[in-house]
C-alpha cells in the first residue's frame, strides 16, 4: 500500500474510532432500587433553606426572578417528572457559574442535587412519607429535625401545648 492510502485508511480508522467511543459514553443510572424520595421531607426543605429565602425565590416579588421555590405546585412547574435533563429547576442547580448557577452564592451540596435529581427521576410527585409511628420522614441531609423526636405527642402534651397557645404563648 503506498503510504498515502495508508495516511487516508488510519485517518478514517480513527474519526471511526473517536466516533463509536463518543456515542457510547452514555450513563442510564439504574433508581429503581433507590427509596422513594419524600416531597415534603427531602426535597421542599431544601428549596426552602436555599432558594426560597429573603429576596430570592420566597414570592415576595423581589429580585429579577419571579419563580416561586417554596411550594409544590410552583416547583414542579419548573420540572420535567421523569427528565432532570428537561427540568428548567434542575439544569439552574448543577450550572457551573455564570447568571444561570442557583444558588448564586453557594451551590447545592452534591447531596442535596442528588435528592432533587432522583425526585424528577422518580416523577416529582408530592410524596409524604411517613415512618412507622406516623411521623414525616425528615432526611439527615435536610437539617430537619422531627419533632417531637419520638414522633409523637401524648394527650396530655398536646392540650398542654393548646393551653399555652390560648393563653398568648406566656414566658415566650
Known sequence: MKPDKINVSLTLLGILTFIA????????????DLPEICFEGEVLPIFQNSC???GCHDGQGR???????????????????GNPKSSRIY??????????QMPPAQPLSLDNRTIIR?????????TLCQTAMGAIAASSGTGITRMPPSG????CKIRQFEMWVNSGFPNN
Open 21 to 32: 467511543w463518543i456515542t457510547s459514553c452514555t450513563h442510564n443510572a439504574n433508581i429503581s
Open 52 to 54: 426560597a429565602i429573603s
Open 63 to 81: 429580585g429579577d426572578s419571579h419563580l416561586i421555590l417554596n411550594n409544590y405546585a410552583d416547583i414542579v412547574a419548573g420540572v420535567t417528572p
Open 91 to 100: 439544569q439552574a442547580i448543577i450550572a457551573k457559574g455564570g447568571e444561570g
Open 118 to 126: 432522583v425526585w424528577i427521576e422518580q416523577g416529582g410527585q408530592e
Open 152 to 155: 409523637s405527642l401524648t394527650a
